[in-house]
T-cell receptor, first 110, second 116 residues
Framework: AQSVSQHNHHVILSEAASLELGCNYSYGGTVNLFWYVQYPGQHLQLLLKYFSGDPLVKGIKGFEAEFIKSKFSFNLRKPSVQWSDTAEYFCAVFTDKLIFGTGTRLQVFP | GAGVSQSPSNKVTEKGKDVELRCDPISGHTALYWYRQSLGQGLEFLIYFQGNSAPDKSGLPSDRFSAERTGGSVSTLTIQRTQQEDSAVYLC??????????????FGPGTRLLVL
């Protein structure tokens, strides 16, 4: 069965620190990959997505992710986080349905 | 607004009662999904509709759970004889999916269900 692993369950950073959240998936076929974000009290929002083409994709709010097919990974990065990035981040893979990772809770302190 | 809407936003019920949760997808979106978000289980797929048909019901946890979609638009998720383990946030998403791939799902705010 397809699965998605997010290795960091809880990340605490200071503002301006760099961020990398890991995401690995298990599926050998064609995949669409997503990162969703859930800010406190808000609903899930799309951060970025990869369908095909350039494996480095850029999303909203300065986030980017790199698809590395050989590693089955789709890690999320941001060079300098802000307090407003405090949220829960979900990696997801779409095969015929969206399979989500367990999420990473990011706390950014001023 | 043009987003996915869900009602009620919160629902408290007693064990054994039936509940109905409603989802209004983005206008024109043919695909509709239900997910459940609970502590310890993360986000779980429940059911997928394409139009009024449900080609994938594989995530429904038991026969107490059912869903329907009418007019290719509004969907209702029904939980019969609710149990405490049904307590969770139920999320609905829609997309303009027409093929197997290349779709983006847009999520509603969810219904927070608490079964006492």
């Amino acid at each position: 069965a397809q699965s998605v692993s997010q290795h960091n369950h809880h990340v605490i950073l200071s503002e301006a620190a760099s961020l990398e959240l890991g995401c690995n998936y298990s599926y050998g076929g064609t995949v669409n990959l997503f990162w969703y974000v859930q800010y406190p009290g808000q609903h899930l929002q799309l951060l970025l997505k990869y369908f095909s083409g350039d494996p480095l994709v850029k999303g909203i709010k300065g986030f980017e992710a790199e698809f590395i097919k050989s590693k089955f990974s789709f890690n999320l990065r941001k060079p300098s986080v802000q307090w407003s990035d405090t949220a829960e981040y979900f990696c997801a893979v779409f095969t015929d349905k969206l399979i989500f990772g367990t999420g990473t809770r990011l706390q950014v302190f001023p | 607004g043009a987003g996915v809407s869900q009602s009620p936003s919160n629902k408290v019920t007693e064990k054994g009662k039936d509940v109905e949760l409603r989802c209004d997808p983005i206008s024109g979106h043919t695909a509709l999904y239900w997910y459940r978000q609970s502590l310890g289980q993360g986000l779980e797929f429940l059911i997928y509709f394409q139009g009024n048909s449900a080609p994938d019901k594989s995530g429904l946890p038991s026969d107490r759970f059912s869903a329907e979609r009418t007019g290719g638009s509004v969907s209702t998720l029904t939980i019969q004889r609710t149990q405490q383990e049904d307590s969770a946030v139920y999320l609905c998403a829609s997309s303009s999916r027409t093929g197997r791939y290349q779709e983006t799902q847009y999520f509603g705010p969810g219904t927070r269900l608490l079964v006492l």
